[in-house]
């Protein structure tokens, strides 16, 4: 089940990658950081050349820094979270979101739950990709469940403190 930040079932248009001849066929693909590093000359000019966008897909083990030298290429990025207590992707989409290059979608994928929707949203991420289809109406509770934030993020909500400070 795809879903929206803002609580809405999407259609996920993108497809993966299967080799390397299909780089140059119409439409969306994903690809992983390796096909990323070994295909990035074809694959940087496929928008440009209206061929179909690019999408990257990073699993926690993928070198994170170099990723941002070249996220302007992409017009999704996908984070898989491979377990429900690593939370370093938390971070990647801060950094991701904050990079000056970036306009595109961000997408969390992987183990993730329910309850991480409020954090997920708010560090940046526009939408989930879960691997089960639980009613829509528990995914909307989780990412309103909050009426006040006590810290800053990506999301750029007002802080609990900045209205007390302003009343």
Partial sequence: MLLSARGELLVDKWRKLT???DINNPGDI???WPEWSEYRAALAGRSDNGVGE????????????DVLDDINQFSLVILIFD????GRHFSHATMIKRAPKFYGELRAAGN??????????RVGFDSFLFESEPSTDAYDIALK????????AADG???????RMAQ
């Fill in 112 to 121: 993730i739950h329910r309850d991480q929707l409020a954090h997920l949203k």
């Fill in 54 to 65: 690019v999408a990257l897909s990073l699993s926690v083990n993928d070198q994170f820094n």
């Fill in 83 to 86: 377990s429900f207590a690593d």
């Fill in 19 to 21: 080799s390397s001849e």
């Fill in 145 to 152: 469940g909050f009426s006040g934030v006590y810290q800053a």
């Fill in 30 to 32: 994903i690809v992983s």
């Fill in 157 to 163: 909500r007002k802080t609990v403190r900045a209205f």
